[in-house]
Nanobody
Framework: QVQLLESGGGLAQAGGSLRVSCTAS????????MGWYRQAPGKQREMVAV???????NYAPSVKGRFTITRDNAKNTVVLQMDGLKPEDTAVYYC???????????WGQGTQVTVSS
C-alpha cells in the first residue's frame, strides 16, 4: 500500500511564503510524476505543479514564477515552495503521484493553505 504523507502549509499573509512537503512510502510503485494539486471552496481541483523523476516541471500559469517544485528521488519526497502568496492561493493542497499526469492513482490527505490579505 502506498501512502503520501504531506506536511507544511498553514497560514500566511499576502506576499509571504509557505512550503508544503510530501513523502511517499509503502510498496514499490511507479512515481515517475509527483506533484501538487489544490482545491479551493466551491471550485474544482486544479494542477499547481508537477515534476517528473528526471526533473521536468510544469506549472499552472497562475503560480509560475512564484512557486517552485523540487523532488528528491532517493527520499521519494516532493516539495512545493510558495513565495509571493496571494489570497487566491488559499486552498487545500494535495500531493499526488503516479506514472504520468493523466494517471495519478496515489493521493495524500491534503493540507490547508490559507493566505490572508
Amino acid at each position: 500500500q502506498v501512502q503520501l504523507l504531506e506536511s507544511g502549509g498553514g497560514l500566511a499573509q499576502a506576499g509571504g511564503s509557505l512550503r508544503v512537503s510530501c513523502t511517499a512510502s509503502g510498496s514499490s510503485f511507479n512515481n515517475n510524476v509527483m506533484g501538487w494539486y489544490r482545491q479551493a471552496p466551491g471550485k474544482q481541483r486544479e494542477m499547481v505543479a508537477v515534476i517528473s523523476e528526471g526533473g521536468s516541471t510544469n506549472y499552472a500559469p497562475s503560480v509560475k514564477g512564484r512557486f517552485t517544485i523540487t523532488r528528491d528521488n532517493a527520499k521519494n519526497t516532493v516539495v512545493l515552495q510558495m513565495d509571493g502568496l496571494k489570497p487566491e492561493d488559499t486552498a487545500v493542497y494535495y500531493c499526488a503521484a503516479g506514472p504520468n499526469v493523466r494517471f495519478l492513482p496515489h493521493w495524500g490527505q491534503g493540507t490547508q493553505v490559507t493566505v490572508s490579505s
